[in-house]
C-alpha cells in the first residue's frame, strides 16, 4: 500500500475517522439516491468501516504514549551491552535469528527465513544523526548482500539528507514511537 494512499492515511489517522467518513459515505447516498438505489451505493463504505476497525484494534493494541516515553528513557539510560542485548532479545521475541557483528559499521545481523537484515546501533545516543553513517551500513548491505539495513536512533535528531538517503537506498530508521515498540516485546511481563 503507498504510504499516502487514502487507505494508508486513514490507518493512521484515529480509528474514529473512518467511521465518521463511512457514515458521510451513507447518509450522503441516502439523502441524493433514490430509495431503492441508497442502499447498494452505502456498501461502498464498507472497506473505509473496515480500515476503521483495523485502525481501532491497531490503536487499542499499541502502548500509551507515557509507557513509550517512559521505554525510551530507560533505553537512554542503558549503556551499549545492554542496549544491544535488549535489541536482540526483541528481535528474538518476533521470531528473527539474531547474530552480534563485530565490524564497525553494523552490529546486528537479524535473519528471518531468507531474509537479512544488517542493524546499525551503536550510535544510539548520538546528538545528531547524518548522513556518513547510513553511507557506510548502505556499504556493508552490499557489500555482505543482505536485503537492507536497519538504523537505529534513539536520542537526537536525524538530519533531513540523512532521511532522504535512507528512503533513497531501502534503510529503515528505528526511531521514536517504533524502537519504544520494539523493545517493549523485550521486557517481560509484569505479574
Known sequence: MAPNSGFAILLRSPWWVSFAIAAVIVLLC???LPAHLAPFAAV???????????AGWRQWRA?????VQAVLQQAAAMP????????????RAEGHEVQRMNGPHCDLRITRGEQTLLVAARRYKAATHGVEPLRELQ????????RAGVYVALQGAVSEQA?????????ALLEGDALATLLLKATPPKT
Open 30 to 32: 441516502g439523502a441524493l
Open 44 to 54: 461502498g463504505a464498507l472497506p473505509v468501516a473496515v480500515i476503521g476497525c483495523i
Open 63 to 67: 502502548p500509551s504514549a507515557a509507557r
Open 80 to 91: 551499549w551491552r545492554q542496549f544491544a542485548q535488549r535489541l536482540e532479545d526483541a528481535w
Open 139 to 146: 556499504a556493508e548491505v552490499q557489500r555482505q548482500g543482505a
Open 163 to 171: 532521511r532522504g538517503f535512507a528512503r533513497d537506498n531501502a534503510l
